[in-house]
């Protein structure tokens, strides 16, 4: 079974970003996935803000990421970048830590305006890690996440077909 690892960097589990990452999970399970979503908001500040690479928790979510097949990364849009959160995270991961897995950005933002922060933000940081393969992402404007009162969301119909299109590329790539 292929295991992903969605890596959220929201910094609240609120955000309409889980409209995504639900979305996209239930997806993958049902195409025969394991999938984990890796809360980095879940983990110690103090681990995080120290680089502590002893902490049992950086450790475990660092060994997440080693064994998966796949990566989403997902996050919100602050000030035309991905969260301080993420970034915080990603300087933890080893220097190859992404290599030959493929990597999926899914973002978030108020407006269109940031569209461009997959490729001018988050790409270099990725390719530094090692990972070579990364999927051209999907970008959603907040409007199109809809919070449903039973606490689901619901979703812009253009913004699931490019999730279901993303989805199935990385389906391809795993081989399910």
Do not use: C
Not at 80 to 107: M, N, T
């Amino acid at each position: 079974m292929s295991k992903v690892v969605i890596l959220s960097g929201s910094p609240s589990t609120q955000s309409r970003l889980y409209g995504l990452i639900n979305y996209t999970t239930e997806q993958l399970q049902q195409a025969g996935a394991e999938v984990t979503l890796l809360n980095v908001v879940d983990l110690p500040a103090e681990d995080l803000v120290t680089a502590n690479f002893n902490s049992p928790d950086v450790t475990a979510s660092l060994a997440l990421i080693a064994a998966a097949d796949a990566v989403i990364v997902a996050s919100p849009v602050y000030k035309a970048s991905y969260s301080g959160l993420l970034k915080i995270f990603l300087d933890l991961v080893p220097q190859e830590g992404l290599r030959g897995k493929p990597v999926l950005p899914l973002f978030i933002g108020g407006t269109l305006a940031h569209l461009l922060v997959i490729d001018y933000a988050l790409k270099p940081v990725i390719n530094a890690l090692g990972g070579r393969h990364i999927l051209g992402g999907v970008y959603a404007v907040d409007q199109w996440v809809e919070r449903l009162p039973d606490g689901a969301y619901g979703l812009y119909e253009e913004l699931v077909a490019r999730l279901e299109r993303s989805v199935k590329e990385i389906n391809e790539l795993l081989k399910l």
